[in-house]
């Protein structure tokens, strides 16, 4: 009798091993899967662009031609486009996405926070061509009539500042696509941020209240330090979105091959590059530039990431991680 | 009774499908989007009137012709004609399929559409950088009696590479040794100024909305939209405005007979009534097709174009080929092919 519970027993346990075995088998495989693909894609962009990269050698990264009929390519101006579009959304979104969830999570009343939860879930949800279309044929026209001129005629002319906002009102160029993109990236980080809010204990937020703390005080001192690290993860998903963003920016971002002090002049991103050009791209050499400045977006957007980590290593040594 | 029923009707509507595959062929084409209105327009009429179906695919000419040096596509079409010696190495005919007019556009308030005249220098200059103010005296030359603002001009390019492009800065390099010198032609340049629309969509918005603007569009662009264009000086030295008469002129002064292979770029036709930037889009076949039967379709639906296709070309902006060229083009057939 005992033999054969034994028996059972035994059986029973190597069913258990062998399905526990397969789990981890199946779900390491997922693991590695992303592994590979991200050294698969990031392998082929410079595979393809090698020819670039040999003709050109470094200097590809800070050469402002970009000539296809003698064949001489660089990627400083598509490279400085997309930073600094993707910096004037930060500076816009990070404040006001900062504004969105403090205002859901602690001044909002009750019944206001869930639709306007679903409000921002919605803006995530609008496709990225539409925020395009939207920011050249509303945007764009209101800024140039009403805006960019009164920029224009105010700031143009202070000492350093006056560089960043003279010339002629466009309304498609650098400050155009950065509003668009900030537009576009302030649901995600706002959503992370309200999720992050929410973790924060009440306890806490009750004793700093019950010590005679305004809203503001507890925002500030309890809320973000409590929830610093996440905020700062939410901040650059939203820039990992905001450097490879490719048909809002195509649309009003002027798609000129120049490199201008002003922000209300066009330039160019490398996603807008690569997106117009490389259908027609005949020649090799053409076709290797392309694939080499999508390697060289891969560079840029592994190095903020990267940065992004040795802050948040830094944030968390400082709090006695 | 039912299960019977039912088994018949399926059984007729899979006979059906089956007679209906087997006589109606697929064709595939691919190449530039300057004809995909047309394409589109030709496939629709072609499958009522035939039931055969053309499927194009409007990656770009680059995208055309290395689809069909690779044999994958039964056509190809290009804005740029592909020299006899590259066709020869490749093993490729090439045949003009239909033809349409750039205009320069223009955004300046208070200049109606046809009041404005331009030139090819000027123009080259304009889109050099080297004339920046729509009052200038180049451009006060050529239109005495006009009121010009003090404007800034913004020149508007295309951002993506283009037949369109091509056939611009071809003319702009015949007629401006300084822009040949500096930029020369190709389906994407180096823009020495201006801002780039994406496709003829994107000048046309861009020139719409800003003030000032000057931009070069197909001219069906130009009419579907009302955005109003400028009279050019051409070879001649009279001064024309684009129209299906002034495109058809400019092809034929074309001297289609002396040329190779239809090797032939129209810009700065000769002829009075000639406009200087008129185009071609030319379709590339394979001589030794992976499908035979697909290459032998292909030049029923192109047989037909030629025929029937005229009215709905017109119709979409463009300028069908004259009956002289349709001839020339038979006869190459007649040679190329068994």
Do not use: C
């Not at chain 1, 519970?5 to 390491?28: C, N, P, T």
């Not at chain 1, 507890?218 to 450097?243: C, E, H, K, N």
């Amino acid at each position: 009798m005992s033999m054969q519970i034994a028996i059972a027993a035994e059986r029973r346990h190597r069913h258990d091993a062998f399905g526990d075995w397969l789990f981890r088998k199946i779900v390491s495989a997922a693991g590695w899967f992303v592994l590979i693909a991200l050294a698969a894609a990031a392998f082929s962009m410079y595979w393809g662009g090698r020819e670039a990269f040999a003709e050109f050698g470094p200097g590809f990264l800070w050469s402002q031609e970009w000539d296809p009929v003698r064949e001489q390519y660089g990627a400083l101006v598509p490279i400085y486009g997309t930073l600094v579009s993707t910096l004037i959304a930060m500076l816009i979104a990070v404040p006001v996405s900062f504004g969105i969830a403090l205002f859901l999570t602690e001044v909002a009343p009750a019944w206001l926070r869930r639709p306007l939860g679903a409000a921002i879930e919605l803006l995530a949800g609008i496709p990225s061509i539409i925020y395009g279309m939207w920011g050249l044929f509303v945007l764009a026209p209101f800024l140039a009539e009403h805006v960019y001129p009164r920029l224009d005629e105010h700031l143009g002319d202070w000492p350093l500042l006056g560089a960043l906002f003279s010339g002629p009102p466009l309304g498609i160029g650098m400050l155009t696509a950065g509003l668009v993109l900030a537009i576009m990236v302030i649901p995600f980080i706002s959503s992370v941020m309200r999720d992050v809010f929410m973790t924060v204990p009440s306890r806490l937020k009750e004793s700093a209240y019950a010590l005679g703390s305004t809203t503001t005080e507890v925002a500030w001192d309890i809320v973000l330090p409590y929830t610093r690290s996440a905020v700062v993860g939410g901040i650059f998903l939203g820039m990992g979105r905001a450097l490879g963003e490719t048909m809002a920016v195509t649309f009003v971002l002027g798609n000129a091959h120049q490199i201008n002090a002003s922000l209300l002049m066009p330039g160019n991103s490398i996603a807008a590059s690569i997106a117009n050009e490389f259908a027609e791209a005949t020649t090799p050499m053409y076709q290797s530039a392309l694939l080499a400045l999508g390697f060289v977006l891969f560079l840029v957007t592994f190095a903020v990431l990267a940065l992004a980590k040795l802050m948040l290593m830094r944030l968390a040594r400082r709090e006695g991680a | 009774m039912l299960k019977s029923l039912t088994r018949s009707l399926a059984s007729i509507a899979l006979a059906a499908g089956i007679a209906s595959t087997a006589q109606a062929a697929e064709i595939t084409g691919a190449g530039a989007s300057f004809v995909f209105p047309a394409m589109s327009r030709w496939s629709a009429d072609y499958n009522a009137a035939t039931g055969h179906r053309i499927n194009y695919q409007s990656i770009g000419s680059g995208g055309g012709i290395a689809q069909i040096k690779a044999n994958t596509v039964d056509f190809g079409s290009s804005d740029a004609p592909l020299k006899p010696e590259e066709l020869a190495g490749s093993g490729l005919v090439q045949f003009p399929s239909v033809m349409g007019g750039i205009v320069p556009v223009f955004h300046v308030p208070g200049i109606a559409a046809n009041q404005l005249r331009l030139d090819g220098q000027v123009l080259a200059d304009i889109y050099l950088g080297k004339i920046s103010k729509w009052n200038d005296p180049a451009i006060a030359a050529l239109n005495p009696g006009l009121a010009l603002p003090e404007l800034r001009i913004t020149v508007v390019h295309r951002s993506d590479g283009s037949g369109t492009t091509f056939n611009f800065v071809n003319y702009l390099s015949k007629v401006s040794p300084a822009w040949k010198q500096q930029v020369g032609e190709g389906t994407s340049v180096r823009w020495p100024t201006g801002v780039g629309g994406k496709g003829n969509e994107g000048v046309t918005a861009y020139v719409k909305q800003i003030k000032g603007a000057i931009g070069y569009i197909e001219l069906s662009y130009a009419l579907t939209n009302q955005v109003p264009y400028a009279q050019l000086r051409n070879a001649d030295g009279r001064f024309v405005q684009a129209s299906t008469a002034s495109i058809q002129a400019a092809a034929a002064s074309a001297r289609w007979a002396d040329s190779r292979d239809f090797h032939l770029v129209l810009t700065n036709a000769p002829g009075a009534d000639s406009w200087p930037i008129a185009a071609t889009n030319f379709i590339l076949m394979s001589k030794q097709p992976k499908n035979a039967e697909g290459n032998r379709q292909a030049r029923e639906f192109f047989g037909w174009v030629y025929a029937n296709g005229d009215q709905a070309a017109a119709e979409l902006g463009y300028v069908p080929l004259p009956d002289e060229l349709v001839r020339q083009i038979a006869a190459y057939w007649g040679s190329h092919f068994n």
